[in-house]
């Protein structure tokens, strides 16, 4: 069983910049994938980003702007946003999967992402 605590959401102006964390518990994450889901008011939750071992994923809403990353040795993985737009406003979630399954399996309880334009 796996737990994930997520980190580093807040204000910020459209343009700038923040990194969100996901901590693991509970086992260690060099033995998942990982994700970063987002939901905002009134739409279903997306896709971000991913970090298999095959190597990562950023959606096309987010390419270029976005990094995912992972620390196993920290048992941590990374979102880096720059360039944030208001767009960009949303819950966003930190999901974990063993590596032989298909559906992600473990969440974290997300963290508020606000961009004021």
């Known amino acids: 069983q796996v737990q994930l605590v997520e980190s580093g959401g807040g204000l910020v102006q459209a343009g700038g910049s923040l990194r969100l964390s996901c901590t693991a518990s509970g086992d260690r994450i060099s033995g998942y994938d990982l994700g970063w889901f987002r939901q905002a008011p009134g739409k279903e939750r997306e896709v971000v980003a991913r970090i298999t071992g095959s190597g990562t994923y950023h959606s096309d809403s987010v390419k270029g702007r976005f990094t995912i990353s992972r620390d196993n040795a920290k048992n941590t993985a990374y979102l880096q946003m720059n360039s944030l737009k208001a767009e960009d406003t949303a819950v966003y979630y930190c999901?974990?999967?063993?590596?032989?399954?298909?559906?992600?399996?473990?969440w974290g309880q997300g963290t508020q992402v606000t961009v004021s334009s």
């Open positions: 999901t974990a999967r063993r590596v032989y399954l298909s559906k992600w399996t473990y």
